[in-house]
């Protein structure tokens, strides 16, 4: 039971596009407005974990996983290269503030292949093997779903615990070069492992 929270708390909590825009919120100061965001990704991966929980068995056959896998790892390895590229590029200090919403969260982490890699290994392979199902099933999954709220409100928090430093352009750079450097190491254990 542990390698399933292990491996949920690795990729949930690991740098991509929606705890890179709870960073981002933070650091413009959005504050608890945020939170809302934070739960319409809990929302989202709640009703993938449990879509994917019950029909996962009939609905995804065990061949796709790996190629799901690779997906996942070649959208990530997209993200990477352009969050390190953005971070070589000389910026305007004119940012667009982006305000997050319940909404963005959901409709973001619904459409995010990052979920699809992060809840099929989870509910296809961890689950039966550690014999998992029926009722237990919401149980994980709702305990995952809360799991994953969690991942944008730490950013958010460091986002608005550094907000300062964070604006300074060299800091941002370099930001955004460890963060790319983690999703490109992201990419090669959905594929290695």
Not at 14 to 19: A, E, Q, R
Not at 23 to 51: P, T
Not at 59 to 64: A, E
Request: overall charge positive; glycine content about 8%; some cysteine.
């Amino acid at each position: 039971m542990l390698e399933i929270i292990l491996y949920a708390f690795g990729i949930m909590y690991s740098p991509g596009p929606v705890n890179t825009l709870a960073l981002l919120a933070g650091v413009n100061g959005q504050g608890w407005r945020v939170l809302f965001y934070c739960v319409g990704v809990s929302l989202a991966m709640l009703i993938w974990f449990l879509l994917i929980g019950y029909l996962g068995s009939e609905f995804i056959p065990k061949g796709y996983q790996s190629v799901i896998s690779i997906l996942g790892a070649v959208y990530i390895v997209y993200l990477a290269v352009k969050i390190m590229w953005s971070s070589f590029q000389k910026e305007n200090s004119n940012h667009k503030n982006t305000e997050v919403s319940f909404k963005t969260g959901l409709v973001l982490q619904l459409c995010n292949p990052k979920s699809m890699v992060a809840i099929v290994p989870i509910v296809t392979v961890q689950f039966p093997r550690m014999q998992i199902e029926g009722g237990q099933i919401a149980l994980w999954s709702i305990g995952l779903s809360i799991m994953a709220c969690g991942a944008p409100s730490i950013y958010l928090l460091v986002g608005s615990c550094l907000k300062n430093t964070a604006r300074s352009p060299i800091v941002m750079a370099w930001v955004n070069r460890i963060m790319a450097t983690l999703l490109f190491f992201v990419a090669y254990r959905f594929v290695f492992t």
